[in-house]
């Protein structure tokens, strides 16, 4: 069987560029994605997350939750997830992330959207063929209502031309 020659299958550029970033502009990202308990238990399980919150169902529930907690940092991860297409899948480092705040439960058979707004862009002063942008990304639950937030910043590789 004859293998595929790979340079027929020229890379095709993904994602935004610094210049594609404004001040104020707001990205909804789309798809969202269903946690699962399958999800929930498997994530607190790899990363031994013991607690039992995260997979005792009725130890939630005697804690006033409607069914097991899914750990907020699956749900930080998910959300974060959402946003590379639009924010960062260009390419650069992931500088940082900040501010991050966990807002309410997510329960399994919940379904995360997620929304950003750019914070600020400016042009890197050390390294001139990347931008230094950060973002606000909000996570919300299938009702609208606000799950987690944070601020991410990246370097964004300028456009070529420049």
Aim: aromatic share 10%; net charge negative; hydrophobic share 35%.
């Amino acid at each position: 069987m004859a293998h595929p020659d790979f340079s027929e299958f020229p890379l095709v550029p993904k994602g935004n560029q610094f210049e594609d970033f404004e001040e104020g502009q707001v990205f909804e990202h789309h798809w969202g994605r269903t946690l699962t308990e399958s999800d929930a238990i498997l994530f607190s399980t790899l990363a031994l997350r013991f607690t039992p919150l995260y997979f005792n169902r009725e130890y939630a529930r005697a804690h006033d939750h409607p069914d097991l907690v899914v750990d907020p940092l699956l749900a930080l991860c998910t959300v974060v997830g959402l946003s590379v297409e639009d924010l960062s899948e260009a390419g650069g480092p992931f500088l940082g992330i900040n501010r991050i705040e966990f807002h309410r439960p997510v329960h399994p058979g919940d379904t995360l959207n997620a929304r950003s707004n750019v914070v600020s862009a400016r042009t890197s002063e050390k390294r001139p063929q990347f931008g230094i942008v950060t973002w606000r990304t909000e996570g919300r639950n299938q009702d609208e209502e606000l799950v987690l937030s944070y601020e991410r910043t990246n370097l964004v590789q300028r456009r070529r031309n420049r």
